[in-house]
Structure formats: structure tokens, C-alpha cells
């Protein structure tokens, strides 16, 4: 018999029922190291004080009026994203494949309105992970996300992630964009490298096309910078975000340039939860926190710290683990051994990972977690790979 949930996820058997920072304490009384933080999204852990404040004070006032009607935090949201990046104007979802759904659309528009109609082709690459709505899972293209749901929305173009004389070649007189995530996530933790976003910013603006960056997982200070991209010094023209954002509150936005946006006119968008007062209070909350320069220096440092610590986990665990990858605290251990068998080991050691692609476990912590965390981190999951090598 189907079970009440609908069944889409093979879930571990772990029942949270609360957490505190990096620490989550399941229905036994059991507590759990986790290095998953959600999926990226508790980018300051569990139970913030500040983002616990701002939900409840919120949520004491007002919870709902719609986009029909102003909402001063959400105003004020938008224009801290704008201050804070490339973007002039930020329109706010409750994910990150709503997010993906209004990029498409934005990036067509544009076209639609400069008066080429015809571009409307979108470059993505092999490996990336755009969401699981109509747009988001032909964006990634992979059969695993599409088989057996009828017709795709057309107009993407699947390409080899790194591949940059393939890129050039595949650009046509109907590319509209390319949309790549600056470090992919569910692919296996594949940063890209700085000079070759240099190269896309580039190649877009030969060919006057948009670059849409999809910043949902490494977005929110994940990487030790607000947006990944800052790392390479260039802009996109479109930023998906979601994830940590909302810090656990559902929670997403897409970040454009006036440019950009200049189709997205009264009437051609809309939702009727984004942005919420709920959602903005706890958004705002996040990113006075995360956008503080000491706190992403903070994050920098840790991420040194445990990347020091992998490193030495990789050397001693050789039968188990083959690197370490990615950037700031969006990290990834390449397995030797089945990447979820050490996931499995993990959970039976007290420590929380996730799996991705390319036999990959990911660790994506709270960007909060403490310098003693990050020695457990390390100590916990030597245990897992030693009860896997045995
Ligand atoms: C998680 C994710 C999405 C989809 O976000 P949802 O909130 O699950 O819809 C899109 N892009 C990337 C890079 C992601 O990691």
C-alpha cells in the first residue's frame, strides 16, 4: 500500500525532532552532527536566536496580505540584495525552481521585447541541477529527471560541463542565455573555475546573450563571499537564489539587472506566496547576518579549518575517500568506497552528510558552526570511514 507521503524519496530512517546550531536530536534522544545543514539551507543553523526573533515577532503582526499590497519587509530585503550586488531588482519566490522558472522566463522576454523573438535557446551544462518544475528539470536535461513526464519545455541546450570550444560553437542566433551554477552542487561539488565564468561573461557579451547564474546552493555566503560568482570578479546578468536564504523559512528570489529585467512589466509575473511577511522577516534576518564582512571572514577561516581536517581524513582514510573538492564550506569528498555506504556509515557514527553525483558526499555545513564542530566533523567521520574499511 502507498505510503500517505507519496513516496518520491528513500528516506533515512532519522527522526529530528530538535536542533540546536550544528547539533539536530532525533525522537530517541540521539544527537547527530550535521554537515548537510537541510541541503544547504540552516545556513545559521538550527534554532537562531535573531531568525527565531524576527519569525515570531513577525508572525505576531501579520502573516499574509499577498503581492497585491506593499510589504515593507520585503521592500526592505530587496533593497538590501540591491546594495549588496550587481543586481537593480530582485523579485522574491518560496524556492529555488520557482526561481528557475522566472530566469527562463525573464531571459526570453528580453529577447521577445528587443524584438528577437527567436532567441529563446538556454545553454546549460552536463551534471547541473536547476529544480524539479517543468523549466528546472529540462534546464538539467538528464533522463533521470524527465523520463516518462511527457513533453519537455524545449529550448535548452545540454552541453559538457567544461568543454569551453563546444560552448563557443554552440552558441547560435537563437541563444538567449547560459545558465550554469558557479559551483554545481548536486552534480558533486564541480566548482567553476574563475577564469572560465571570466570566459562566459565574456562570450555573453560578444554575443550579446544573458548570463544567468544559478547561486541556490552556493549562494548566501556558502562559499565565503555573499554570491560565489564574487570570487571571479564578473556579474551575471540573472541570479537564481533560494536555499540559504531563508535560513530554514522556504525562501528564494531572482536578483537582475535593470537591463535584464527591463520585460518583466506589471502583469507578466507573479505568485502569491513570494515574499511573504513570514518569509522577508526571516530573509532579512539572514542576510544582516551572513552579508556582515567579519562573518564571511569567519567563514573563510573555518572553511580553511576544515578543509585542513579533510585533507588529513583523506590521507589517512585512502581505502575510503580520493580528495576533497569545492570551496568555503561547500565541500565535497570524492569516495572510493559507495558514496551513500559512507553516508550510511556516517549516520551510524552520528554525522550528517549528504550525498551527490560523481560518487561524491557532501558537506554543507551551518556557515555558524564552531572550531570544535569542525574537529568533530573530522574525528566523526574518520570513525564512519574506519567502520567501512574494516
Ligand atoms: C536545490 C537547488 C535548486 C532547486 O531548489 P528547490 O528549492 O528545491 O526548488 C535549484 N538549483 C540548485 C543549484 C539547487 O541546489
Excluded at 554525522?351 to 566523526?380: C, E, G
Aim: proline share 4%; net charge negative.
Amino acid at each position: 500500500m502507498i505510503s500517505s507521503v507519496l513516496p518520491t524519496y528513500s528516506r533515512a530512517p532519522l527522526t529530528f525532532v530538535s536542533g540546536a546550531g550544528s547539533w539536530l536530536t532525533t525522537d530517541d534522544g540521539d544527537r547527530y552532527l550535521d554537515l548537510g545543514a537541510g541541503i544547504a539551507v540552516n545556513a545559521l543553523g538550527h534554532a537562531h536566536p535573531a531568525l527565531t526573533q524576527a519569525l515570531t515577532e513577525q508572525a505576531g503582526q501579520l502573516w499574509h496580505t499577498s503581492n497585491l499590497y506593499n510589504i515593507p519587509a520585503q521592500t526592505a530585503l530587496a533593497d538590501k540584495l540591491v546594495d549588496l550586488t550587481f543586481a537593480d531588482t530582485v523579485f522574491f519566490t518560496n524556492s529555488g525552481t520557482e526561481a528557475c522558472e522566472l530566469a527562463v522566463k525573464m531571459a526570453r522576454k528580453y529577447f521577445y521585447d528587443a524584438g528577437a523573438p527567436e532567441r529563446v535557446d538556454i545553454i546549460t551544462f552536463d551534471g547541473s541541477f536547476h529544480g524539479r518544475s517543468a523549466a528546472g528539470i529540462a534546464a538539467a536535461g538528464s533522463e533521470k529527471m524527465t523520463k516518462g513526464f511527457g513533453p519537455i519545455l524545449g529550448g535548452f541546450t545540454h552541453l559538457a560541463f567544461g568543454d569551453h570550444d563546444t560552448l563557443t560553437a554552440a552558441i547560435t542566433d537563437t541563444t538567449a542565455a547560459i545558465l550554469i551554477e558557479p559551483v554545481q552542487g548536486e552534480g558533486g561539488i564541480r566548482p567553476v573555475p574563475d577564469h572560465c565564468l571570466k570566459g562566459l561573461r565574456d562570450l555573453c557579451d560578444t554575443n550579446g546573450i544573458l548570463l544567468i547564474m544559478d547561486e541556490v546552493q552556493c549562494g548566501v555566503g556558502r562559499t565565503g563571499k555573499l554570491f560565489a560568482h564574487e570570487w571571479s570578479g564578473i556579474t551575471p546578468d540573472i541570479m537564481m537564489v533560494a536555499k540559504g536564504i531563508g535560513g530554514g523559512f522556504p525562501l528564494g528570489c531572482v536578483l537582475a539587472t535593470e537591463h535584464a529585467a527591463s520585460g518583466m512589466t506589471a502583469g507578466t509575473h507573479g505568485s502569491t506566496y513570494g515574499g511573504n511577511p513570514l518569509a522577508c522577516a526571516v530573509g532579512n534576518a539572514v542576510i544582516d547576518i551572513v552579508s556582515a564582512p567579519e562573518f564571511l571572514d569567519d567563514v573563510n577561516r573555518k572553511a580553511g579549518l576544515l578543509r585542513q581536517r579533510l585533507e588529513g581524513l583523506v590521507a589517512n582514510q585512502a581505502d575510503v575517500f580520493e580528495e576533497v573538492r569545492g570551496s568555503g564550506l561547500m565541500l565535497g569528498l570524492k569516495c572510493k568506497a559507495t558514496n551513500m555506504d559512507v553516508v550510511n556509515a556516517g549516520y551510524a557514527n552520528g554525522v550528517i552528510t549528504v550525498p551527490a553525483a560523481d560518487n561524491v558526499i557532501r558537506l554543507l555545513p551551518a556557515l555558524n558552526l564552531t572550531d570544535d564542530d569542525i574537529v568533530q566533523a573530522a574525528s566523526l567521520l574518520d570513525a564512519a570511514a574506519s567502520s567501512l574499511s574494516q
